[in-house]
């Protein structure tokens, strides 16, 4: 099933899917626990909404190979973990807002990433069993402020990385069954009618069950946890000259299967 989050005519809050022409089929029920249902009935989607409200969002650096290769980095004998705040989830269409801090000088990359949604809680879970525990995959873009990443965040990546609209999600969350591989995933970022990023998730160093594995160690996933599983070569820091986001621009990512996001970004 592919899930959409969206206020109707009524500003309420719903869950649908076959969405399609501006309207989509109800769903009732939760997103995790009771599962959901079509409820026969449809509504017109007034403006959508990344398809969840993370409880966490958790993050790995450096899960590339040809990332890593072109960043100059060894590959990391270990995940590189880092986290977001909830509070800079951003929705499919709206702007990625680049704050005042973050203009002089020019600073903020795009990061096109694999989302995978945690759909009941996880602690301890064996690789083999990891892909069980998650009710679906998303499109992610985990824009970064490079110079806070680097710099102003005394060597810690999250105030780089947390600043407000800095991750979009969605704009659908596509349930397991219709992917049932996330290693064999085309992923592609689009800036101003130019491809950026295009890549594979085989290229992951650690996929995506070994990350559930890793990241459950002695520690609870809760429900709505989301993992940002890494980005592939061609970010924009690594070019030369270094392409930063700018006001005007249009970034669009998209995970073949899953869907395509797409976010224009204005100044602060």
């Given at each position: 099933m592919r899930?959409?989050?969206?206020?109707?005519?009524?500003?309420?809050?719903?869950?649908?899917?076959?969405?399609?022409?501006?309207?989509?089929?109800?769903?009732?029920?939760?997103?995790?626990?009771?599962?959901?249902?079509?409820?026969?009935?449809?509504?017109?989607?007034?403006?959508?909404?990344?398809?969840?409200?993370?409880t966490a969002i958790l993050c790995i650096g450096l899960n590339y190979r040809e990332h890593a290769e072109e960043t100059g980095t060894p590959l990391p004998k270990y995940p590189i973990l880092f986290m977001k705040n909830p509070a800079a989830l951003n929705h499919p269409g709206d702007p990625i807002v680049l704050p005042r801090l973050c203009l002089d000088p020019p600073e903020v990359d795009y990061e096109?990433?694999?989302?995978?949604?945690?759909?009941?809680?996880?602690?301890?879970?064996?690789?083999?069993?990891?892909l069980n525990y998650v009710t679906g995959y998303t499109v992610g873009n985990?824009?970064?402020?490079?110079?806070?990443?680097?710099h102003g965040g005394a060597g810690q990546w999250v105030r780089g990385k947390s600043f407000d609209t800095f991750c979009p999600l969605g704009p659908e969350l596509v349930t397991t069954?219709?992917?049932?591989?996330?290693?064999?995933?085309?992923?592609?970022?689009?800036?101003?009618?130019?491809?950026?990023?295009?890549?594979n998730t085989s290229d992951m160093i650690f996929p995506v069950a070994e990350l559930i594995e890793y990241l459950s160690g002695g520690t609870t996933?809760?429900?709505?946890?989301?993992?940002?599983?890494g980005t592939p070569s061609g970010v924009g820091f690594t070019r030369e000259p270094p392409v930063f986001l700018k006001p005007g621009d249009v970034v669009e990512v998209s995970i073949e299967g899953i869907g395509r996001l797409r976010n224009s970004v204005v100044s602060e």
């Open positions: 899930i959409i989050r969206f206020f109707d005519e009524d500003d309420k809050e719903c869950y649908g899917h076959n969405y399609q022409n501006g309207t989509a089929n109800l769903l009732e029920g939760q997103l995790f626990g009771e599962p959901l249902k079509d409820t026969g009935r449809q509504a017109r989607v007034k403006k959508l909404l990344a398809p969840l409200q993370p096109t990433e694999l989302a995978v949604v945690i759909g009941k809680p996880a602690k301890n879970v064996p690789a083999a069993e990891a985990d824009v970064s402020a490079r110079r806070w990443q680097k069954d219709e992917i049932p591989d996330p290693q064999s995933l085309q992923l592609r970022c689009i800036l101003n009618n130019e491809v950026m990023q295009d890549a996933l809760l429900p709505g946890t989301v993992i940002l599983t």
